[in-house]
């Protein structure tokens, strides 16, 4: 699995950039959806009530998002408790999800940084516009200017979270030439996504090895490990200890390509080849891994 977080300044086109990506093949999941949802949850309703009073309430008793909008951004103490109380239920939703999925899992979170990147999270990237274009786009919102910038004011500075984004993209062109700038991107996420293991039993060590230099010589994996295994069967009473296990790092696309040439080493078909997704990697892995393999 390979989890992208998504943020940016205010109006410049997270929610496009995260949808284009969706279209690319990813799996989207957006932090202001889960924030509606749990502001249906009776807890944090009375938690908002009787910090601001029934102000924050509309006719039907349910929370006013406009009313919240206006003391979240009006003081930082307000901002700072709102944080505290929601972003950890935010973030226990994701994490939920997130163990439910597998393969390329796109995440909108507008305060990325502002809350720590989670552990979850392997790259981040950061979606700029032009403050001309910004107010542009939120005209229909009422958001000019000045109200934009009243809403990040307690924020981290664009600048300094361009620095810390993986990668930064800058959208004030059309939506085609948005998606031009993200396909290469998207190509390569998309790839990095597919990171799996394979282990593969032989009976001997050398042909444990002859296994490792034809796999990698072919490019069809970046790394492998080899164990010796004590191996035990139902119809044994003892351990039968000449066995040896590789295990490749690779892509799930070459998993057929490595079961053919390993079939023609060992001389037999691979059992078991056991298959299983990378949920964890840092981003310089993935990124040597895709590029060592075809």
């Not at 901002?79 to 973030?91: D, N, Q, S």
């Given at each position: 699995?390979?989890?992208?977080g998504?943020?940016?300044?205010?109006?410049?086109?997270?929610?496009?950039?995260a949808?284009?990506?969706?279209?690319?093949?990813a799996?989207?999941?957006?932090?202001?959806?889960?924030?509606?949802?749990?502001?249906?949850?009776?807890?944090?309703?009375?938690a908002?009530?009787?910090?601001?009073g029934?102000?924050?309430?509309n006719?039907d008793?349910k929370?006013?998002?406009s009313?919240?909008?206006e003391?979240?951004?009006?003081?930082?103490?307000e901002?700072?408790?709102?944080?505290?109380?929601?972003h950890?239920?935010v973030r226990?939703?994701?994490?939920?999800?997130?163990?439910a999925?597998?393969?390329?899992v796109?995440?909108?979170?507008?305060?990325?940084?502002?809350?720590?990147v989670?552990?979850?999270?392997?790259?981040t990237?950061?979606?700029?516009?032009?403050?001309?274009?910004?107010?542009?786009?939120n005209?229909s919102?009422?958001?000019?200017?000045?109200?934009?910038?009243?809403r990040?004011k307690?924020?981290?500075?664009s600048?300094?979270?361009?620095?810390?984004?993986?990668?930064v993209?800058?959208?004030?062109g059309?939506?085609?030439e948005?998606?031009?700038?993200l396909?290469?991107?998207?190509e390569?996420?998309?790839?990095m996504s597919?990171?799996?293991?394979?282990k593969?039993?032989?009976?001997?060590?050398?042909?444990?090895?002859?296994?490792?230099?034809?796999?990698l010589?072919?490019?069809?994996?970046y790394?492998?490990?080899?164990?010796?295994?004590?191996?035990?069967?139902?119809?044994?009473?003892?351990?039968?200890?000449?066995?040896?296990?590789?295990?490749?790092?690779?892509?799930?696309?070459?998993?057929?390509?490595?079961s053919?040439?390993a079939?023609?080493?060992?001389?037999?078909?691979?059992?078991?080849?056991?298959v299983?997704?990378?949920?964890r990697?840092?981003?310089s892995?993935?990124e040597?891994l895709?590029e060592?393999?075809?």
């Amino acid at each position: 699995m390979f989890v992208l977080g998504i943020t940016g300044d205010i109006g410049a086109g997270k929610s496009t950039v995260a949808s284009i990506l969706g279209n690319m093949g990813a799996r989207v999941i957006d932090a202001d959806q889960i924030v509606r949802r749990l502001w249906n949850h009776r807890e944090l309703v009375d938690a908002a009530r009787d910090r601001w009073g029934d102000s924050v309430l509309n006719e039907d008793g349910k929370i006013s998002p406009s009313a919240v909008a206006e003391r979240f951004f009006g003081e930082e103490k307000e901002y700072r408790w709102l944080c505290r109380l929601i972003h950890p239920m935010v973030r226990s939703e994701m994490a939920s999800g997130l163990s439910a999925e597998r393969g390329w899992v796109v995440v909108e979170i507008p305060l990325l940084f502002e809350s720590d990147v989670p552990y979850w999270c392997d790259m981040t990237l950061y979606v700029t516009a032009s403050p001309e274009n910004r107010v542009a786009r939120n005209s229909s919102r009422g958001l000019n200017g000045d109200e934009l910038d009243r809403r990040e004011k307690f924020l981290i500075s664009s600048e300094e979270k361009k620095s810390m984004a993986d990668l930064v993209v800058t959208n004030d062109g059309s939506l085609d030439e948005l998606k031009d700038i993200l396909r290469s991107h998207g190509e390569k996420m998309l790839r990095m996504s597919s990171i799996c293991t394979v282990k593969i039993q032989c009976a001997f060590k050398k042909q444990a090895r002859q296994l490792i230099s034809g796999i990698l010589g072919k490019k069809l994996a970046y790394q492998a490990n080899l164990a010796s295994l004590e191996t035990a069967y139902s119809r044994y009473d003892q351990f039968l200890t000449d066995n040896w296990e590789v295990q490749f790092y690779t892509l799930a696309p070459l998993v057929p390509e490595i079961s053919r040439v390993a079939s023609e080493i060992i001389k037999k078909e691979p059992t078991p080849l056991a298959v299983a997704d990378v949920l964890r990697a840092s981003l310089s892995f993935r990124e040597a891994l895709c590029e060592a393999c075809l």
